[in-house]
């Protein structure tokens, strides 16, 4: 029985920690309206597809060209390291068409040193005006394009639908109305009011059963349950109704239910892995139950406290919260598990000491934060809250950090196009790569404007 576990053990660690299969990266070249891949290794950013009527192929870019560098200066090397963010093409590219794209015509070129077979040259690209990403217009204007993009991909009930059925349609659509709620407009009252309707579920139960270790319909997994309950939260606070109360406490109780006597969960009733858990479910049941108390559903400290265990036994000496209670297994696709274990914290100004530690890992590897173990998404929409709430000036670094990608994001027409990790996005996949990448980018810009419970600093922040 031990060596049987063991040999378990082994093979999981082996599929966590094995690096992917390919260090390639695919990726849309923002208003140029194309996509590159870049491959580890090399400072090569090859061209994959170009689109029709786009500045790049007005200027004649083609399919398989290698693009040099800029204007005579060469592009450094890509790299697999999570540490290296977008260092490289990626980051390069990407902040010269930011700065670019701002200037007044006829300044609006850029110089792109290419090869094409053994023939090498320089393609002039003229852009169209943009405002950078670093200007309050710039921001305003991608924060409508996004809004704009994810309305539009409504099923006609209201929800967002992903491709794995009832629990995916659940994620996207909580976490889409976050984003929205963050935006605080007016004009989207009613498409929330129906999404929010929908998220509530058949007679308000959420699609939990009566058990609540029971799967109930499509396996209904705990990634929905604690998505569920963070938008019901921010709904109630934002429009004050008490409709939303009955179902975030059915969700917070389905959860209490579905942990382990000893503190562990899994993607639904069994933990899963051996028997060792899923930490990233525990922390996510954190911030949900977090959230919930904040509209008076009661916090179960017994349950707390014995999840509470497991993050404190898994975190890493870097301040990391590890995949599980075992050392060695790694932080470099920690930023999920990291952003919401310190926002449930924030939110209920428990442990400040471990709060901080969290925080200040956050704030100490803001490169690493679009890596988080199959889906990138969630640690990218998160982490910049938690670091908003932990120190202003360290958000503010990440949001420069991360220009390139939110340049690299928007094409020449405005609509928004997803950038995976370094390692495996399978989650992101099950969501809708190009919607949840408008609900990345919403959820970047926006704790500044405080909307959001998960992004209010200071003491002030109950419910109405």
């Known amino acids: 029985m031990i060596e049987a576990r063991i040999g378990q053990l082994a093979i999981l660690l082996g599929l966590l920690l094995a690096p992917?299969?390919?260090?390639?990266?695919?990726?849309?070249?923002?208003?140029?309206?194309?996509?590159?891949?870049?491959?580890?290794?090399?400072?090569?950013?090859?061209?994959?597809?170009?689109?029709?009527?786009?500045?790049?192929?007005?200027?004649?870019?083609?399919?398989?060209?290698?693009?040099?560098?800029?204007?005579?200066?060469?592009?450094?090397?890509?790299?697999?390291?999570?540490?290296?963010?977008?260092?490289?093409?990626?980051?390069?590219?990407?902040?010269?068409?930011?700065?670019?794209?701002?200037?007044?015509?006829?300044?609006?070129?850029?110089?792109?040193?290419?090869?094409?077979?053994?023939?090498?040259?320089?393609?002039?690209?003229?852009l169209p005006s943009r405002p950078s990403v670093r200007s309050p217009e710039g921001r305003r204007a991608l924060l409508a394009n996004a809004a704009a993009q994810l309305l539009k991909t409504r099923a006609s009930q209201g929800h967002w639908d992903s491709p794995v059925g009832l629990t995916g349609d659940r994620v996207l659509t909580a976490w889409a109305i976050v984003a929205l709620l963050s935006l605080g407009n007016d004009e989207h009252k009613e498409s929330l009011d129906r999404a929010v309707e929908w998220l509530r579920g058949p007679e308000d139960k959420a699609w939990i059963p009566e058990d609540p270790l029971q799967k109930g319909p499509d396996n209904l997994g705990n990634w929905a349950i604690t998505s569920t309950v963070v938008a019901l939260v921010e709904h109630r606070l934002a429009t004050g109704d008490e409709h939303d109360e009955a179902v975030i406490a059915r969700c917070s109780h389905a959860l209490v239910a579905r942990m382990s006597p000893n503190g562990l969960f899994g993607h639904d009733?069994?933990?899963?892995?051996?028997?060792?858990?899923?930490?990233?479910?525990?922390?996510?049941?954190?911030?949900?139950?977090?959230?919930?108390?904040?509209?008076?559903?009661?916090?179960?400290?017994?349950?707390?406290?014995?999840?509470?265990?497991?993050?404190?036994?898994s975190i890493d000496p870097n301040g990391g919260v590890r995949y599980w209670t075992m050392e060695g297994t790694g932080t470099g696709d920690a930023s999920l598990r990291t952003s919401s274990m310190a926002l449930a914290l924030a939110v209920t100004r428990r442990a400040p000491e471990l709060s901080k530690r969290l925080g200040d890992y956050l704030a100490n590897h803001p490169r690493r934060v679009r890596e988080a173990h199959a889906v990138g998404s969630l640690g990218m929409m998160l982490t910049p809250s938690a670091l908003w709430r932990h120190d202003p000036d360290a958000y503010r670094q990440f949001l420069s950090e991360w220009r390139w990608y939110l340049t690299l994001m928007q094409t020449h027409e405005g609509s928004l196009r997803y950038i995976g990790g370094k390692g495996n996005n399978g989650g992101d996949s099950y969501l809708g790569f190009d919607r949840i990448a408008c609900v990345i980018a919403i959820l970047i810009l926006t704790p500044p404007d405080g909307r959001l419970r998960l992004q209010r600093r200071g003491r002030n922040a109950s419910a109405k």
């Open 20 to 126: 992917a299969a390919s260090a390639a990266e695919e990726f849309p070249l923002g208003i140029l309206g194309a996509r590159g891949r870049v491959e580890a290794g090399s400072p090569l950013l090859t061209i994959v597809s170009v689109e029709g009527d786009s500045p790049a192929a007005v200027a004649g870019l083609r399919p398989e060209d290698e693009i040099l560098g800029l204007s005579g200066v060469a592009f450094t090397e890509h790299t697999a390291n999570v540490d290296d963010g977008g260092v490289g093409p990626q980051k390069t590219l990407g902040e010269a068409l930011d700065d670019v794209a701002a200037l007044a015509e006829p300044e609006r070129r850029l110089l792109l040193d290419v090869r094409r077979g053994a023939e090498t040259m320089t393609l002039e690209v003229t």
């Open 269 to 313: 009733i069994e933990p899963g892995y051996a028997g060792m858990g899923f930490n990233v479910i525990n922390t996510l049941s954190h911030l949900a139950w977090a959230m919930a108390a904040e509209v008076g559903s009661p916090l179960d400290e017994e349950a707390w406290a014995k999840s509470l265990d497991q993050i404190q036994r």
